[in-house]
């Protein structure tokens, strides 16, 4: 199956960017330029604010602590890692805003899932999950799949290694679509939830891991003021 977002997989074999400590306390900046940031999230750190006084440390907040024009482009879970991307200016955020409305950014995460994820059967080893998301309004902010009312989700996924003593599998995704909570509610439509997923995974599995483990490992896409073509990648410390 081809690379979706027209992004060739070649882009994925630059080195990767070795992060720095910028000024700001607690932000780790891969790349910074003049019209864009690209950020390493920590798990347990929200991207935005939140409500309550408690929830105003974000990463946002932070970028903006040393890059006051920083504008937030997407977001991250707050249990979920790696890298996200920022804007410096309303044109940038708007042009990054429509590169992921048409899927030309490329993202790729790597999870832990609970229990022996078989690899696909296909050729290249990928499978698709292609089932739709809504919100289960009696439990917000949890989603469920809905065949009648969710919005269409797919993500593509690989098994990558199975550790028999943990009895749970690596697997890289790659979300075709942005719904909220995407990957980890599609992994437990399959059976396997992620490990220390403290929303969709049994108690048994939650307990496996101290945090969520999921991280958004690569990023690739086109600089929409240079047409340099950027990829970006962050290993989990999972």
């Known amino acids: 199956m081809p690379e979706t977002g027209g992004l060739a ?25 003049d019209y864009l940031l690209v950020l390493n999230k920590p798990s347990g750190l929200l991207s935005v604010p939140g409500r309550g006084e408690d929830k105003q440390d974000c990463l946002s907040r932070r970028a903006q602590a040393q890059y006051p024009d920083a504008l937030i482009v997407h977001r991250l879970d707050m249990a979920t890692s790696g890298l996200l991307l920022m804007a410096r200016s309303l044109i940038i955020q708007r042009a990054l805003g429509q590169l992921f409305e048409r899927r030309e950014v490329h993202k790729r995460y790597t999870a ?8 696909a059967a296909s050729p290249d080893g990928w499978s698709l999950i292609d089932l739709p998301i809504a919100v289960d309004w009696p439990r917000r902010p949890l989603r469920i799949i809905d065949a009648a009312l969710g919005k269409p989700s797919q993500t593509r996924w690989r098994a990558l290694d199975f550790d028999a003593a943990a009895h749970s599998t690596r697997v890289e995704l790659e979300p075709l679509t942005g719904r909220s909570h995407q990957l980890r509610i599609h992994l437990q439509a399959l059976g396997h939830p992620m490990l220390g997923d403290a929303l969709y995974a049994p108690k048994a599995a939650q307990a496996k891991a101290p945090r969520l483990l999921l991280h958004a ?22």
Do not use: Y
Not at 9 to 33: K, R
Not at 112 to 119: A, E, F, I, M
């Open 112 to 119: 832990v899932v609970n229990g022996q994820l078989k690899p």
């Open 9 to 33: 997989a070649s882009a994925f074999h630059a080195p990767a960017f070795e992060p720095h400590p910028a000024l700001a306390a607690g932000l780790n900046v891969l790349f910074a330029d």
């Open 217 to 238: 490992c690569a990023l690739g896409f086109v600089h929409p003021a240079t047409g340099e073509r950027l990829a970006f990648d962050s290993l989990p410390d999972f």
